[in-house]
């Protein structure tokens, strides 16, 4: 339904909606997400620091997108601040 009918009819954006949407979102970017994961399940060998780890190439990426976005957040709260 276009915006201008919707408003014309009473029907206003609230948070429960949008709130609903981003569940959903998030839904479908977790099966994406399981999706990829369960396609890489090809063993690698990660070295850090003298240590030797043995993992799954989506789970390693999984790692480090993980630890990107905990970075981008720290980085984000400290400007916030």
Do not use: C, Y
Not at 3 to 18: E, L, M, N, Q, V
Not at 47 to 69: C, Q, T
């Amino acid at each position: 339904m276009h915006p201008d009918i919707a408003r014309r009819k009473g029907i206003r954006h609230t948070r429960t909606g949008a709130l609903w949407t981003g569940l959903v979102i998030g839904v479908l970017v977790l099966v994406l997400l399981l999706v990829f994961i369960l396609q890489n399940l090809d063993s690698i060998t990660l070295e850090l620091f003298g240590w030797d780890f043995s993992w799954p190439l989506g789970v390693a990426l999984l790692f480090a997108s993980i630890g990107g976005a905990v970075i981008m957040a720290f980085a984000g709260g400290v400007r916030i601040l």
